[in-house]
């Protein structure tokens, strides 16, 4: 199994989900191969809440790396990325490579252009 594969599946641990107990966990593999993790962070106010895989795209970016080539993203039920986090991935991370995976293992592998045709982008703000 990939690395960042593992990593995505061992970040649900520290999942803060105590509303939904939805646990996801996430990782980002940097083009010069550090992986960093994320998990998803619930509040009270629902609305504040973070998805995993915002939560370790923003830790890698807070960390200086701004160059990916995958994100890994585990839940119990092998879940896709929400939009909001479609739209953050293809921003910041451009079309990389998703991998799907449940509790234990990959289960689908895609890329960004997959997840979000036609996306609204920088060049639309000129
Ligand atoms: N969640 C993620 O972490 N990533 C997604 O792409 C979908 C949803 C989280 C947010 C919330 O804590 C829980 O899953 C249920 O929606």
Redesign the pocket.
């Known amino acids: 199994m990939e690395d960042i594969v593992k990593i995505a599946i061992l970040m649900r641990r520290r999942a803060f ?1 105590p509303y ?1 107990n ?1 646990r ?1 966990g996430a990782a980002v593999k940097t083009k010069t191969g550090e992986i960093i993790g994320g998990c ?1 962070i ?1 509040s009270s106010s629902y609305g504040l ?1 973070c ?3 915002r939560v370790a795209i923003y830790n890698a970016i807070s960390k200086g790396f701004n160059q990916f080539n995958s994100i890994a ?1 585990s839940t119990k039920n092998a ?1 896709y ?2 939009g909001a ?1 479609r739209q953050v991935i293809w921003e910041l991370c451009e079309d990389i490579i998703i991998y799907i995976c449940n509790s234990k293992t990959l289960v689908k592998e895609l890329k960004s252009s997959d997840l979000l045709p036609n996306p609204f982008n920088k060049s639309f703000l000129k």
């Open positions: 989900a939904s939805y996801v998803n619930e809440t998805c995993a895989e993203v879940g990325p929400c986090c």
